[in-house]
């Protein structure tokens, strides 16, 4: 019985240290948090404010074996206090390690980097002055039918 008892412990104490060490999925999923930066992916996209500035990414996004990531997006400096045009196409640039992502993002229309910001697995954004989205798809849905009108 001690045994038992002992391998049941064994067992709950290594699920509960997995679960602080971050994603081990490639695909990046959850709320990533910083100062003046937050990051919220889905399986199938993925929602990036650093500071005023907000991007969104529609795909999943993956890292490689050695945790890096390159995807690509659409990002807009001019979002905060009226939402204004346009949205640059822009590189998500990152690298994960454990909980801690660092990430950076490249207009690849201008000279404009954002970042490197450093973010957090579950931890929550703190965006100071500026909102951060909790759900992608609504923003995106407002987005879309501000773009076609």
């Given at each position: 019985m001690?045994?038992?008892?002992?391998?049941?412990?064994?067992?709950?104490?290594?699920?509960?240290?997995?679960?602080?060490?971050?994603?081990?999925?490639?695909?990046l999923?959850?709320?990533?948090?910083?100062?003046?930066?937050?990051?919220?992916?889905?399986?199938?996209?993925?929602?990036?404010?650093?500071?005023?500035?907000?991007?969104?990414?529609?795909?999943?996004?993956?890292?490689?074996?050695?945790?890096?990531?390159?995807?690509?997006?659409?990002?807009?400096?001019?979002?905060?206090?009226?939402?204004?045009?346009?949205?640059?196409?822009?590189?998500?640039?990152?690298?994960?390690?454990?909980?801690?992502?660092?990430?950076?993002?490249?207009?690849t229309?201008?000279?404009?980097?954002?970042?490197?910001?450093?973010?957090?697995?579950?931890?929550?954004?703190?965006?100071?002055?500026?909102?951060?989205?909790?759900?992608?798809?609504?923003?995106?849905?407002?987005?879309?039918?501000?773009?076609?009108?």
């Amino acid at each position: 019985m001690a045994i038992r008892l002992a391998g049941v412990l064994t067992l709950l104490y290594a699920a509960a240290c997995q679960s602080t060490r971050g994603p081990v999925d490639p695909v990046l999923v959850g709320t990533w948090g910083g100062e003046n930066a937050g990051l919220i992916a889905t399986d199938t996209s993925a929602h990036v404010h650093i500071g005023c500035t907000v991007g969104d990414i529609h795909q999943a996004l993956e890292s490689d074996p050695e945790g890096r990531f390159d995807v690509p997006g659409v990002y807009n400096v001019t979002a905060y206090p009226v939402y204004r045009g346009p949205d640059h196409p822009a590189r998500f640039i990152g690298r994960i390690d454990g909980q801690l992502m660092t990430l950076t993002v490249q207009l690849t229309d201008t000279a404009v980097v954002l970042g490197p910001v450093q973010l957090t697995y579950g931890k929550e954004p703190r965006m100071g002055p500026c909102p951060i989205c909790r759900v992608p798809s609504h923003r995106s849905a407002r987005m879309d039918v501000r773009k076609s009108q």
